[in-house]
């Protein structure tokens, strides 16, 4: 059985011109592959400030749509902005 991090990033609130705002509190994203229950299963992982944490399951579909809407806005902003 295993258990696999593909991404794992601190995440920030926006401040008043909508970029990230380091001076207040993270929170981490984790996207995590398992197969501990036998098959494999994909979840988001988000943890807060104070180490709590919240794993939600995604199915394969709704994984490949979150790729999918993630790899869009990325071809939509060209990653230009500064």
Do not use: W
């Not at 199915?59 to 939509?76: I, M």
Request: hydrophobic share 25%; net charge negative; aromatic share 8%.
């Amino acid at each position: 059985m295993a258990t696999t991090s593909y991404f794992e990033e601190d995440l920030y609130p926006p401040n008043d011109d909508g970029r990230a705002d380091k001076s207040k509190p993270s929170n981490t994203l984790e996207v995590i592959v398992s197969n501990f229950h036998g098959d494999h299963q994909i979840y988001l992982k988000i943890t807060d400030e104070s180490g709590e944490g919240k794993t939600l399951h995604l199915s394969k579909e709704q994984a490949k749509s979150l790729s999918d809407g993630c790899e869009s806005a990325d071809l939509y902003i060209g990653y230009d902005n500064k």
